[in-house]
Nanobody, 121 residues
C-alpha cells in the first residue's frame, strides 16, 4: 500500500487543520492507520491510530482536540486537529500496518511522505 499525506500548513494557535492520508492499493480496510509526528531534534511520537474496523486511540496530548476517522470507500484516513498549540508543530506522518493498530511506530510497514504543520503563537 502507498500512502500520501496532505493538509498541513501554517495556522495560528487555537486554529484547526484537517490532515488526510490517502492510500492506494486493495483491501484498505484490512490496514490499521496511525498518525505520528516528529519535531526537529525530537523522537517520532504517536498521535492517534485507528483500526480497520474504526476503533480509535489517542495520545494524551491529542485527546479532546484531535479526531481520527476513516472512509474505507475513499481509502482515506483523516486527522481533524482543533485547538492547535505551538507545541503541535511538527512533520506529521501517516503509516499503515496489517492487523491491529499500534502506538509503536516501529511496527508500521508503510509510510507516507509527511506533511508539515506549523502553529504560530
Amino acid at each position: 500500500v502507498q500512502l500520501q499525506a496532505s493538509g498541513g500548513g501554517l495556522v495560528q494557535a487555537g486554529g484547526s487543520l484537517r490532515l488526510s492520508c490517502a492510500a492506494s492499493g486493495r483491501s484498505f480496510s484490512n490496514y490499521a492507520i496511525g498518525w505520528f509526528r516528529q519535531a526537529p531534534g525530537k523522537e517520532r511520537e504517536f498521535v492517534a491510530r485507528i483500526s480497520g474496523g474504526g476503533s480509535t486511540f489517542y495520545a494524551d496530548s491529542a485527546k479532546g482536540r484531535f479526531t481520527i476517522s476513516r472512509d474505507n470507500a475513499k481509502n482515506t484516513v483523516y486527522l481533524q486537529m482543533n485547538s492547535l498549540k505551538p507545541e503541535d508543530t511538527a512533520v506529521y506522518y501517516c503509516a499503515a500496518r496489517q492487523g491491529a493498530s499500534s502506538g509503536n511506530y516501529q511496527l508500521y510497514n508503510y509510510w507516507g511522505q509527511g506533511t508539515q504543520v506549523t502553529v504560530s503563537s
